[in-house]
C-alpha cells in the first residue's frame, strides 16, 4: 500500500538558521517558507535528488508542533511521509486494522497541496507517519 518516501520532516525552534544550515553548510537547494496556518507550522522543503527534508517552526498560539520543539530544544526527527495511491481507502484499511488517524481522520491539504492523514507514533514503531495522497 505504501509507495514512495514522500519526505522526513524535522521541526526546528528556528527555521532561518536551519535554513541557512541546510542551504550554506549543507548546500541544499532550499524552498521559500510557506506559512499552514490550519497545521500550526511554517514549512520549507529541501530538496534533494531522492526525496526532501521538511523543515518545521511552530506557527501560531496552538501549534501542533510547539511541545515537541519544547522537549527537543536542538530541533528533532518530527515524522515520515509516504506516497499513498488513494488516502481514504488507505485510512479505511489502517483503521480497520485497529490503527488511531489523529484529528476526525478526515484528509486535510497538505504542504504541496494534496490530501494528508497523520498516524498514531504508538501505532507506527514510535514514528509519526504522514501519508500524502500522489
Ligand atoms: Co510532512
Not at 500550526?40 to 534533494?48: H, N, R
Amino acid at each position: 500500500m505504501i509507495g514512495r518516501l514522500n519526505h522526513l520532516a524535522i521541526a526546528v525552534p528556528d527555521l532561518a538558521a536551519a535554513t541557512a544550515l541546510y542551504r550554506d553548510i549543507l548546500g541544499g537547494n532550499v524552498s521559500q517558507p510557506q506559512p499552514l496556518p490550519e497545521h500550526g507550522v511554517t514549512v520549507v522543503f529541501v530538496e534533494l535528488p531522492n526525496t526532501k527534508i521538511e523543515l518545521l517552526e511552530p506557527l501560531g498560539e496552538n501549534s501542533s508542533i510547539a511541545k515537541f520543539v519544547e522537549n527537543n530544544p536542538a530541533g528533532g526527527m518530527h515524522h515520515i511521509c509516504y506516497e499513498v495511491e488513494n488516502i481514504v481507502a488507505a485510512r479505511d484499511r489502517l483503521v480497520e486494522a485497529g490503527a488511531r488517524v489523529l484529528g476526525d481522520g478526515t484528509p486535510k491539504t497538505g504542504a504541496h497541496g494534496k490530501p494528508v492523514l497523520f498516524l498514531h507514533p504508538k501505532d507506527f514503531c514510535g514514528t509519526l507517519v504522514e501519508l500524502e495522497e500522489v
